[in-house]
Nanobody
Framework: QVQLVESGGGLVQPGGSLRLSCAAS????????MGWFRQAPGKDREFIAS????????SYADSVKGRFTMSRDNAKSTVYLQMNSLKSEDTAVYYC???????????WGQGTQVTVSS
């Protein structure tokens, strides 16, 4: 079983930055495609970004493209989401997830709250 633990959320002013981390247990982390998702109150869960096992392919939702950057460090079994130029509409619980095959996400973290407000 793989466990994912997110951290780095918090309260930030509009225009500010945060970096989320997601640490994974288990030795096969480096084989997973990893993704970041978010869910705002009253809304469906939304895909934010994904990264292939070796970091060679990264995809972003249009809503965050140019502002968010996803990366991974397989030696540390950790993925990151650098979030810049944050907007109030970025307020949500952010989740990381791991996919063993394709983009069917098998493992999910517990989420970390990001609140963008002045």
């Amino acid at each position: 079983q793989v466990q994912l633990v997110e951290s780095g959320g918090g309260l930030v002013q509009p225009g500010g930055s945060l970096r989320l981390s997601c640490a994974a247990s288990g030795r096969i982390f480096s084989r997973f495609t990893m993704g970041w998702f978010r869910q705002a109150p009253g809304k469906d869960r939304e895909f934010i970004a994904s990264i292939s096992w070796n970091g060679g392919r990264i995809s972003y939702a249009d809503s965050v493209k140019g502002r968010f950057t996803m990366s991974r460090d397989n030696a540390k079994s950790t993925v990151y989401l650098q979030m810049n130029s944050l907007k109030s509409e970025d307020t949500a619980v952010y989740y990381c997830a791991g996919a063993v095959v394709g983009t069917t996400y098998d493992f999910w973290g517990q989420g970390t709250q990001v609140t963008v407000s002045s």
